[in-house]
Each structure stands twice: as C-alpha cells, then as structure tokens.
C-alpha cells in the first residue's frame, strides 16, 4: 500500500473482507483476509468502485460486510485488480 494504513479510515470489516477509505474519498483498500490479497482502487477504479459500492449497500441495506464485499470481490470484478 502506497498510503501508510493510519491514513486509511476502515469502512466495513467481516470475517473474510475489508474495506477501508483514504481521508479524502479518492482511494479504496478491499481486502481479502483469506487469500490475503488487497485490490488497491485509485482514479476511475475508486470512482467506480465508489458508485457500485454505495448503489449495492443501498440496495441491500441488511447484508453484513462480508456478503457486500464479497459480491463486490467477485461478481463486482475487483479481485482482478488485487495483489
């Protein structure tokens, strides 16, 4: 991660997913504990990132933070991005 962690404001935490924010809103950190990875999302990636995340919690306001992330993880195709 380019950013150190402590600039990063955690958003949602489960027991396989995180996602955290930098301060200003322009970066996105999601984690896959499991596989270990992180998908570090910048410029259009956290613009679209942010959209597609805020429309899917909108639409599904009881998920817990794993199947949100999850469902951004996989169908969302932000997993391709990770390392």
Not at 2 to 12: A, D, R, S
Request: aromatic share 10%; charged share 35%; with cysteine.
């Amino acid at each position: 991660m380019t950013v150190p962690e402590c600039q990063f404001k955690l958003l949602e935490d489960g027991a396989d997913y995180t996602l955290s924010s930098a301060a200003d809103g322009e970066e996105y950190v999601l984690r896959n504990k499991a596989d270990g990875l992180d998908a570090e999302l910048r410029g259009e990636d956290a613009v679209r990132f942010r959209q597609d995340y805020e429309e899917l919690k909108a639409r599904n306001p009881d998920w817990r933070a794993d199947q949100l992330l999850a469902q951004l993880w996989d169908q969302g195709g932000y997993g391709w991005l990770a390392k």
